[in-house]
T-cell receptor
Framework: GQQLNQSPQSMFIQEGEDVSMNCTSS?????WLWYKQDPGEGPVLLIA?????ELTSNGRLTAQFGITRKDSFLNISASIPSDVGIYFC?????????????FGAGTRLFVKA | NAGVTQTPKFQVLKTGQSMTLQCAQD?????MYWYRQDPGMGLRLIYY???????DKGEVPNGYNVSRLNKREFSLRLESAAPSQTSVYFC???????????FGPGTRLTVT
């Protein structure tokens, strides 16, 4: 079935560094979603992208919808300790029963103060 | 406005026992979902309900049943729990026109 491949699997960085992660698929998506999951919590939507080539920011976060519609990128600038967590990309697929969203395996971010 | 709520937060079952996980949302969303999250596996869809009165299988439905009780509530039932069902279970809801999902805090289930 369809898969979303996220990389890297984990990152260990120093506070203040910038972070880049990406998500790729062999399938085309019309929407890309980025979620963050804090330890012990449910995922929270960070950014939604609806158009190929779109670049969207949310504070220190910037995400891009790849021009081929098969990839997306998330950047975090000037990381802080509360950025720790798992970042998931997700893509909704429309079928007869409605939308089914598939998720990547996540990028685990560790920030050292 | 509580968003998506789940009960219980933690549960320990013995193999073969049954239980129902409850989920409710107060955002008037049409669509609701159940996922399981295992270490390193991301989120896998168990069942979903596009609207009240409909349910469909997701990626990993075996061993589970669901009930969309009304627009607000969507429950997940394990009829005969197995150790392989040890996981964290998340409920989510969405407006079908945006596909942006809102998640509950999760239920941490251990089957011994």
């Amino acid at each position: 079935g369809q898969q979303l491949n996220q990389s890297p699997q984990s990152m260990f960085i120093q506070e203040g560094e910038d972070v880049s992660m990406n998500c790729t698929s062999s399938s085309i998506f019309n929407t890309w979603l980025w979620y963050k999951q804090d330890p012990g919590e449910g995922p929270v939507l960070l950014i939604a992208l609806y158009k190929a080539g779109e670049l969207t920011s949310n504070g220190r976060l910037t995400a891009q919808f790849g021009i081929t519609r098969k990839d997306s990128f998330l950047n975090i600038s000037a990381s802080i300790p509360s950025d720790v967590g798992i970042y998931f990309c997700a893509g909704p697929l429309l079928n007869t029963g409605g939308f089914k969203t598939i998720f990547g395996a996540g990028t685990r971010l560790f920030v050292k103060a | 406005n509580a968003g998506v709520t789940q009960t219980p937060k933690f549960q320990v079952l013995k193999t073969g026992q049954s239980m129902t996980l409850q989920c409710a949302q107060d955002m008037n969303h049409n669509s609701m979902y159940w996922y399981r999250q295992d270490p390193g596996m991301g989120l896998r869809l168990i069942y979903y309900s596009a609207s009240e009165g409909t349910t469909d299988k997701g990626e990993v439905p075996n061993g589970y049943n669901v009930s969309r009780l009304n627009k607000r509530e969507f429950s997940l039932r394990l009829e005969s729990a197995a150790p392989s069902q040890t996981s964290v279970y998340f409920c989510a809801s969405s407006d079908p026109y945006t596909t942006e999902q809102y998640f509950g805090p999760g239920t941490r289930l251990t089957v011994t």
